[in-house]
């Protein structure tokens, strides 16, 4: 840890990770700690919020000294911690926040809201405070952004204002084929042919509807033909990836914001369609947004 | 049971479920069993198939006598009792099968060959038969039948020949977003509702790459709107078979084999983009095709 003071913390509350940093004034990360104690974790054994959080960031913490905790992400959710309420589109991303009392009298904390659109209806809770992160080192910043991950977010941002999005359920549903469908016997575990991955790209873009099919055809290829374990994992994800493209419309200069693994995965499905794409880190997103209302 | 004398025993082996008829000359069924000995069960044992089949069957075999048994489906698979080969599009179906030796002297057990098509790669175990169970009953019987189930398949007929075929992996997919992806918060356990079915059929054939968005917006909707897990049932299913509707090119007037509640699905869905259909029960075509290379 740096002799730093700690001036805030900030807190990334996901379904699945809880992740914490200690932030000087000058922004610099003093510290980070991390647990399995996601939203669904603690929610799934009916347990207490606030002890997963204090159990990770005591070591930061002085007696008599309250410290402002910024959280983002699922922790606000109907099964979180509070539910806090969403903010409707066209709006700037992280209007409000619901500060939430505590036993620990040493933090001050508070959860973002997430973002609602109602037609189509669509939710995000911690997204949006990584497309603030995205406004204050680009503020002029227009256009399309894409968030990867279990659940895909693209997002429309003008004039300051996230003005639509749409979720895509990718990562999820290739997590489910790769591990519990008839596709499981087909699929190696990991490894990466961008070969194939670029194929599957390209099939799931110009021809959507026979995605079903096409799943169905890497086992058969596999059985009739011994298609290798990384190939056929790689045009899965390449056949789920090119699927979202297509029903992404206007796809032209993207942001993408996401870990290392995603946004790599995700620049490659975009180059296999010749669109070209910025790279932003998705920690050094959340890091910014969560600070960014607080000075 | 009945009196007659027992000519014959057909065996449909899914994965799933292990179904006997006990046949007389006449094509009359003097008696059936079933278990839920399928071939999945028992190749997760190492278990033995030839006991499965026995015990269920033991009442229909008389000492000193040896009966028929005509087996189709995935008992032939590379996890089955014997691996039997493919036949290879364009053929007839059941162009082959392949006799296996047993402990039990009572029983003279055949298996049919499944059928493969090399580009694209696919396979089909079992449907084969009901294939050939409707040329049995209609030998002119030229164009587009649909087997709907798990792995849904479309199958192309010419000449008496299966032209060539396509898996979809609707049901599975549909079951695994049910089940256990997030919209297991969001979807009934059953029921069913004709409106939001046929709206969803309709969004999954005109929009198939917005299948992985029109997902999560279910979820959304439920959580903001309140959308009932009925509906969004309904719609779920109408998205899948919809999307798989939109990837089968030219359909117009189809035969359906299937188990009734499956049958009816596909012909609501059928109905909702203006095809015609006629459906043939898949037990009736399953025993016209086992019996007929017989006599």
């Known amino acids: ?176 084929l790769a591990e519990q469908s008839v596709l499981r016997h087909t699929l190696a575990a990991d490894g990466w042919d961008e070969s194939d991955f670029a194929t599957g790209v390209k099939s799931g873009v110009d021809s959507p509807g026979d995605f079903l099919n096409q799943c169905f055809c890497l086992r058969a290829e596999a059985l009739l033909e011994g298609l290798d374990g990384v190939a056929a994992r790689s045009r899965l994800s390449g056949l789920l990836i090119g699927q979202e493209l297509s029903g992404v419309k206007d796809v032209s200069d993207v942001v993408l914001i996401g870990a290392p693994h995603m946004a790599k995965l995700y620049e490659a499905a975009l180059a296999a369609v010749g669109v070209k794409c910025q790279i932003r880190d998705c920690g050094e997103m959340t890091l910014a947004g969560l600070g960014r209302g607080l000075f």
Chains 1, 2 share one sequence.
């Open 1 to 176: 840890m740096s002799e730093k003071t700690i001036e805030w913390i900030a807190v990334d509350w996901g379904t699945t990770n809880l992740r914490c940093w200690a932030i000087a004034r000058s922004g610099e990360v003093c510290d980070q700690a991390e647990s399995n104690q996601g939203m669904a974790a603690i929610a799934s054994v009916k347990g207490d919020f606030e002890s997963a959080l204090v159990t990770l960031i005591q070591p930061w913490l002085k007696d008599g000294q309250t410290i402002p905790v910024m959280a983002c992400g699922m922790v606000g959710a109907r099964n979180g911690w509070v539910e806090v309420p969403y903010d409707t589109v066209p709006c700037p991303p992280q209007t409000s926040r619901t500060r939430v009392p505590t036993r620990c009298g040493e933090i001050d904390f508070s959860i973002y809201s997430g973002v609602k659109q109602v037609s189509p209806a669509d939710v995000m809770r911690g997204e949006e405070t990584q497309l603030s992160g995205l406004l204050s080192v680009a503020p002029d910043f227009e256009g399309l952004v894409c968030l990867p991950g279990t659940h895909s977010k693209w997002v429309t941002i003008k004039g300051g204002l996230i003005h639509g999005f749409r979720t895509f359920m990718t990562g999820e549903v290739f997590a489910l």
